[in-house]
């Protein structure tokens, strides 16, 4: 789509969006799916651009341009070159360049807040498209990491705390709203204490599944510490993620849990809510007011869902 905007403001004019490879900043890729050329004028012109950290315009003299910066000559008649980096978040994901055959003086100073606005929106969505590649592998390697929970076979702790440290920065980087709902089993310490601890970790691994069972697909669910859970809710706000918070109570309460010798018991859950960015700015914030949550519907009787 950018790619077609850029053809139609600037006429007679060759785009190519250039990406940088995640395998090596030095392997790019262009538009048109082919390998940027080692040697080439892209690859000198992209290596320049990325060197000084801004928009280059050359309007003559391309030859002199190039003997001057020490780049390879364009093997086409090119009048003139205006070239972007895409940056986001203090990195540069790949270039943007638009070759003029025709005209010479065929880019204006003016013509540079129009091909930077779009290159920076460009580097937005390869961010984001890159955190969810890699959102996905760590996902992916869980099975061969110490990333799950022995008991419960979820996430743990510390793949939690990398996956709430992506999302968080999505969401704010990407102005969206995330809401973390974080879980525990009503009177759980009593019944460990009554029954024995072999029915207080089946109480745990019987609580995983249901949750696990009772979200979407995006969401996000792991043993947080001790019999807590958290479920992180990507781009909710606060009234989906009551709603889904309450989907996962009710399962819960009407999912019986076997004990072994006593028979089948009913079990239920508390659970807080909070909402970036309405609830809390940080994510430290975040995780406080979740927990603040969470301790007033226990306070308020359990087996019910309280959102700040």
Excluded: W
């Amino acid at each position: 789509g950018v790619e077609k905007e850029l053809r139609r403001h600037f006429k007679n004019t060759k785009v190519f969006i250039i990406v940088h490879n995640l395998d090596s900043e030095r392997t790019m890729r262009s538009s048109t799916g082919k390998a940027v050329k080692a040697g080439s004028f892209l690859e000198d012109f992209c290596a320049l651009m990325i060197k000084k950290r801004k928009t280059i315009i050359v309007n003559r003299d391309l030859t002199g341009f190039c003997r001057k910066h020490h780049l390879s000559p364009p093997l086409r008649n090119v009048r003139g070159v205006l070239g972007a980096t895409m940056r986001y978040d203090g990195k540069i994901y790949g270039t943007v360049i638009l070759e003029n055959v025709t005209l010479s003086k065929a880019f204006k100073k003016d013509d540079e807040s129009v091909i930077d606005v779009l290159a920076q929106r460009l580097a937005a969505e390869v961010a984001h498209e890159r955190l969810g590649q890699e959102n996905q592998r760590l996902k992916q390697e869980i099975e061969h990491t110490c990333l799950t929970d022995a008991l419960t076979n979820i996430p743990n702790r510390r793949f939690c705390d990398l996956v709430l440290d992506m999302e968080f920065r999505k969401a704010k980087g990407y102005t969206r709203q995330l809401s973390l709902a974080m879980i525990t089993p009503d009177n759980y310490r009593n019944i460990k204490a009554k029954h024995g601890k072999a029915v207080g970790d089946a109480l745990l691994v019987h609580v995983a599944s249901t949750l696990k069972k009772n979200v979407r697909d995006t969401d996000f669910v792991a043993r947080y510490r001790g019999e807590d859970f958290l479920i992180l809710l990507p781009e909710a706000v606060n009234e989906a993620a009551v709603n889904a918070a309450e989907r996962v109570r009710n399962a819960v309460e009407h999912t019986p849990f076997a004990v072994k010798g006593s028979g089948r018991k009913k079990v239920t859950i508390s659970i807080g809510i909070a909402t970036y960015p309405s609830s809390a700015e940080t994510l430290a914030a975040l995780l406080e007011q979740t927990e603040k949550a969470l301790r007033r519907a226990k306070q308020a009787g359990q087996n019910q869902v309280v959102a700040l």
